[in-house]
């Protein structure tokens, strides 16, 4: 069969032409997409075996300078309910996450200014002395390669910075004019120049998205090799420019995230809680087709609903031992199991 051949084709070559992603994204044949999960799952099982690296986040702010298009918790809006957490706040949230078993943390916030260096090199030196078997991961966005150098000198080991879309033109149509293509590529440049592990990423379905653009996404995956690829499907915001836009799909998020663990078989893949949001079981869909990696909240309850990079969002009213327990069964349930260490990249 013509289909099982392309799948054959794209896992034996890691690459993938854009004539073969259109078809596979316009293709509704659920043997076909099926076989396309099936051969993503026994890749990521070849490395990974059938452990799921869990990830404690916290969000620490949702206090951004910035005001890209598609982001609840930009600057400009003003319904958008602000808070900071102390570092004495983190701090109880990385303790509370060990005795649960996390050996990542992710601290994710806006771009909020807030935060000096010198804070965030105390916020990583106090984890890093407290819990040395633990790594930090920083989602803090957009900074200067000193400060990035100064983050990872302190103990930060990996950073997340989606670069959105590699394609310049979509960039610009999805972000503010003081906020550069350019800018945003040097910085991921600059992480992994650094020695971070690094992991990059993009909406699936934001406005203007086209099959060229996603080809670019997939090109720029393979030629830059990151560490991590976070994708996960674009949902509309309110009090944001394109609250009326449609949502980005799960069909075509599990597809992508299959299609790149073809193309980049060693990846950390995260299953998101935006395709958790879209579908109930979507974040075992997502492992299904490939991913490796969930990301349970750490953050405390009182402002988990304040984070709200977009409308819906789920485990915002659990506390963090229920998140754990909930993923742990959520992924034994598909014969798989979370495991408790830093679930580095393997090359
Ligand atoms: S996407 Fe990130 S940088 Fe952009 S407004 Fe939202 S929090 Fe700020």
Do not use: W
């Not at 794209?10 to 099926?34: H, P």
């Not at 070849?46 to 298009?69: P, Q, T």
């Not at 050996?103 to 990583?124: N, S």
């Not at 592990?197 to 060229?212: A, H």
């Amino acid at each position: 069969m013509e289909e099982e051949k392309l799948i054959e084709k794209i896992y034996s070559t890691q690459t993938i032409e854009k004539d073969e992603l259109e078809y596979i994204l316009k293709s509704d044949d659920q043997d076909f997409i099926q076989s396309l999960f099936h051969k993503a799952r026994q890749v990521g099982d070849k490395i990974y075996g059938n452990k799921i690296y869990i990830r404690g986040l916290i969000e620490f702010s949702n206090i951004c300078k910035n005001d890209c298009l598609y982001c609840g918790i930009r600057k400009s809006n003003t319904s958008a309910q602000r808070y900071r957490l102390t570092e004495e706040e983190i701090m109880y949230c990385v303790n509370e996450g060990y005795e649960l078993g996390y050996r990542t943390f992710v601290l994710q916030g806006g771009e909020d200014m807030y935060y000096t260096d010198d804070m965030y090199c105390h916020i990583l030196q106090q984890i890093k002395s407290a819990h040395p078997d633990c790594a930090v991961t920083l989602s803090i966005g957009e900074r200067t390669r000193e400060s990035y150098q100064r983050y990872h000198e302190a103990g930060a080991d990996r950073f997340l910075l989606r670069h959105e879309t590699a394609d310049q033109v979509h960039y610009e149509s999805l972000h503010p004019e003081n906020m550069s293509f350019e800018h945003r590529m040097n910085c991921l440049h600059d992480l992994k120049d650094i020695g971070y592990q690094v992991g990059c990423g993009f909406m699936v379905g934001s406005p203007n998205q086209t099959i060229d653009t996603l080809y670019q996404d997939l090109m720029f995956i393979k030629e830059f090799q990151p560490h991590m690829v976070g994708i996960g499907p674009f949902i509309p915001a309110s009090g944001t420019p394109f609250e009326n836009e449609k949502a980005g799909t799960l069909n075509d998020t599990l597809k992508l995230l299959s299609i790149i663990r073809l193309i980049h078989p060693h990846v950390l893949l995260p299953a998101t809680t935006a395709l958790g949001t879209i579908h109930p079981r979507g974040r075992e869909m997502g492992i299904l087709a490939g991913a490796n990696v969930v990301m349970p909240n750490l953050s405390p309850v009182g402002v988990r609903k304040m984070y709200s990079l977009y409308d819906n969002k789920i485990c915002t009213g659990e506390e963090s031992a229920q998140c754990i327990r909930c993923m742990d069964r959520r992924m034994n349930h598909i014969g798989y199991e979370i495991v408790k260490d830093r679930g580095d990249y393997k090359k």
